[in-house]
């Protein structure tokens, strides 16, 4: 293995959260009953038409847009002719010869740094319907509900170098669908899939060996796997000094293998042609500066904003860009505490863990932004120590979301004393009651600052603020009383 370099091009499909479908008006929702969404477009019947979906157009030139390829101002609908099982007009709606985006990259992230997947190009399609093999003994059955549901398609360049190459720039993708609110990208519900065509070459080689496309991976667990078992299948047999045949695979999660499905001598011939019944798109300069203008921050601008910027750690900024929602969060408490380290804390340690607990959106959690500017606001000014501030503080304010934090944490008692008076008192008495101890600090034993930091938190009952009562009994030790 360790001859050959692994060299990966992705074809990953995204199913796209429009209402309807791609050509009718049949609702796009996935999990409703089997066979509940299927008008007469879905359905094939004779004389029906397919007609334009806007929203998919959008979503394209938005996704375009946002990874700088160029948007084809007039791009077509082809017929891909095929047996499909689950798509009763024969043939699938797709673009192949004038895509509507072409060119662009993708950002990932590979270890430490930053790297360019080129992209070849995007283009719209519909989906095929589902059949189902395991349900019924003697029979297979079909779930129409999907067929004709809009899709991307986006092809990259041959880029990728290795399973965790395929998992950054698939992780990216949903995040990035997203951020642009055109798909949830949820991989276990089907929103996203991908081929991944792999060949080897000798290591140094500029040259690209022949390839196999493993079809249709819905995981990226067996996406890993599969890639695993292939390359290895494929060193095997340069090292043996076969030839690697262009196959189509698909990948068996029981066994972790590939298994052909076809191979090149019973490639398919679709039969391509511009689709009658669909007149091409037409863009206007308009209607893409329109799409422009409306694009989020991106998740790569926002992980760059995040270290840079606000000085956060990588890991931090991975965490915060994840969700587009948590790091709007982010930002608009950035708006309002200058303190982007504690705020990235409160949202990473507190915040986070609080909505994947109750399986919630930011949208619904019930602090607002400026209580918890507040809340690191009390920490910063030694009013409420860290430890109270995370533990009883925060979850009294998601229980009163309308008390002020400082009025809460009064009502808590969990407010730190730093009263001068008030901790001189206390200090000279911690001071008073111990005299060996104090006589042995002063003689050089400084550690038992420790010891007499204990007695002052005793005796204040845990509010005194640790540093003013720290100097405070510093001063007084080494004047002496
Ligand atoms: P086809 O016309 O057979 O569909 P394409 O040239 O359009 O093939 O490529 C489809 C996908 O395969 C792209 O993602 C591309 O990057 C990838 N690809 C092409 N050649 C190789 C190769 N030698 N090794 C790995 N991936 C490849
Ligand atoms: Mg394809």
């Known amino acids: 293995m360790s001859n050959y370099e692994t060299v990966i091009g992705l074809e990953v499909h995204l199913q796209l959260s429009t209402r309807s479908k791609a050509f009718c008006g049949d609702d796009a929702g996935f999990g409703a009953a089997p066979n509940s969404h299927v008008g007469v477009v879905s359905l094939a019947h004779p004389g029906t038409l397919p007609r334009l979906n806007e929203a998919q157009v959008r979503y394209a030139v938005r996704l375009g847009l946002a990874l700088g390829c160029k948007i084809n101002l007039e791009n077509r609908f082809d017929r891909k002719n095929y047996f ?21 990259a993708m950002p990932i992230r590979v270890g430490e740094r930053w790297r360019e997947v080129r992209i ?42 290795s399973a965790g ?29 991908c081929d991944v065509n792999i060949s080897l070459r000798k290591k140094g080689s500029r040259e690209l060996g022949e390839r ?3 079809k249709n991976l819905n995981s990226m667990r067996f996406a890993r796997q599969a890639i695993g078992f292939e390359a290895k299948r494929q060193a095997e047999l340069l090292d043996s000094g076969k030839p690697i045949r262009k196959q189509t695979l698909k990948f068996d999660p029981a066994s972790g293998k590939t298994h052909p499905l076809r191979g090149k001598e019973d490639a398919h011939d679709y039969r391509y042609f511009p689709d009658p019944d669909l007149p091409p798109v037409v863009l206007t300069k308009k209607f893409i500066a329109g799409e422009k203008s409306r694009l989020p921050a991106l998740p790569w601008q926002l992980y760059a904003q995040f270290t840079s910027e606000f000085g956060l750690s990588d890991y931090d900024a991975g965490l915060l860009t994840q969700e587009p929602d948590v790091a709007g969060l982010y930002l608009k408490l950035c708006d309002s505490t200058k303190n ?53 503080l925060f979850m009294g304010m998601i229980e009163n979301p309308d008390l002020q934090p400082l009025a809460l944490a009064e009502k808590l008692n969990l407010l730190q004393v730093s009263d001068e008076n008030y901790l001189e008192q206390l200090a000279r008495q911690v001071i008073g009651a111990n005299p060996e101890e104090a006589e042995i600090y002063r003689k050089g034993k400084k550690g038992l600052i420790g010891f007499f930091m204990g007695e002052l938190m005793k005796a204040s009952k845990g509010k005194a603020d640790p540093k003013a009562g720290r100097e405070l009994l510093v001063k007084l030790l080494e004047q002496g009383l």
């Open 84 to 104: 499909y099982t689950d798509l009763p007009k024969g043939y699938q709606i797709t673009q192949d010869a004038m895509p509507v985006c072409v060119g662009g």
């Open 120 to 161: 070849h190009h995007i283009h719209m399609e519909e989906d095929a319907g589902k059949s189902i093999h395991d349900v019924d003994p003697d029979n297979s059955l079909v779930d129409l509900n999907r067929a004709g549901v809009p899709l991307l398609e986006i092809v990259t360049e041959p880029d990728l170098y």
């Open 165 to 193: 190459e395929v998992d950054a720039f698939m992780t990216g993708m949903r995040q990035l669908a997203r951020y642009l609110g055109i798909s949830d990208g949820n991989m276990q519900e089907g929103s996203m899939r």
């Open 212 to 214: 196999c496309e493993i």
């Open 340 to 392: 982007y380290k504690a705020a990235a804390n409160l949202i990473i340690n507190k915040v986070n863990p609080w909505l994947n607990e109750h399986r919630a959106g930011v949208e619904d959690f019930p602090v607002p932004v400026n209580a918890l500017a507040e809340l690191i606001g009390l920490v910063d000014a030694n009013k409420v120590s860290a430890s109270a501030a995370n533990q009883q």
